[in-house]
């Protein structure tokens, strides 16, 4: 079956612009989780949406936005982009988070100039 | 969240078995043991998890101690393409949430 596809896998943006990171999870995973990663914070957890609904957010700024759809894809959209804001930005999917596990997409690397 | 301790590197053999440590002290009655694993330029991978009882799957095997304050990930016969960097995660109670560490880098030698 297909996995989880982060689209695009690569983008490069201007400090004050916005951009929307999209995730399409694996059929049937209806939990979606965004993570951040950089060399110097590692991996951190950003928020996780179930059924359309956010049900956990990470210590991140308010330009950190997200959503979920009916059909479980999800956008991530950061706002005011910050040279800080360059990172792996990484999406997993999950069934049922407790039992199943997470599997991750291979993630949007955003640069910001 | 409870927090997680592991070494941040280790070395094994091809064809041994990797045992990788972790502390977990603050584990609290009902949060979850993840391990993930992430090899370079890759999202990370899910291998096993457990919450009091060893597990075993097609991976790996984990074993938690009687109080549940660390645990061993045990790859069985490491191959140079288990080389990556290995999370030890205690997840908050819904599962939902992983708060990672820095991990440790498994380095499998020929």
């Known amino acids: 079956k297909a996995g989880v596809t982060q689209t695009p896998r690569y983008l490069i943006k201007t400090r004050g612009q916005q951009v929307t990171l999209s995730c399409s999870p694996i059929?049937?995973?209806?939990?979606v989780s965004w993570y951040q990663q950089t060399p110097g914070q590692g991996l951190q957890f950003l928020f996780e949406y179930f059924s359309e609904t956010q049900r956990n957010k990470g210590n991140f700024p308010g330009r950190f936005s997200g959503r979920q759809f009916s059909n479980s894809r999800s956008e991530m959209n950061v706002s005011t982009l910050e040279l800080g804001d360059s990172a792996l930005y990484l999406c997993a999917s999950s069934l049922a988070a407790i039992n199943y596990g997470y599997t991750f997409g291979s993630g949007t690397r955003l640069t910001v100039v | 969240d409870a927090k997680t301790t592991q070494p941040p590197s280790m070395d094994c053999a091809e064809g041994r078995a990797a045992n990788l440590p972790c502390n977990h002290s603050?584990?609290?009655?009902?949060?979850?043991v993840y391990w993930y694993r992430q090899i370079h330029s890759q999202g990370p991978q899910y291998i096993i998890h457990g919450l009091k009882n060893n597990e075993t799957n097609e991976m790996a095997s984990l074993i938690i101690t009687e109080d549940r304050k660390s645990s061993t990930l045990i790859l069985p016969h490491a191959t140079l393409r288990d080389t990556a960097v290995y999370y030890c995660i205690v997840s908050n109670n819904a599962g939902n949430m992983l708060t990672f560490g820095g991990g440790t880098r498994l380095m499998v030698k020929p």
């Open positions: 603050t584990i609290s009655g009902n949060e979850y």
């Open positions: 059929s049937g995973h209806r939990s």
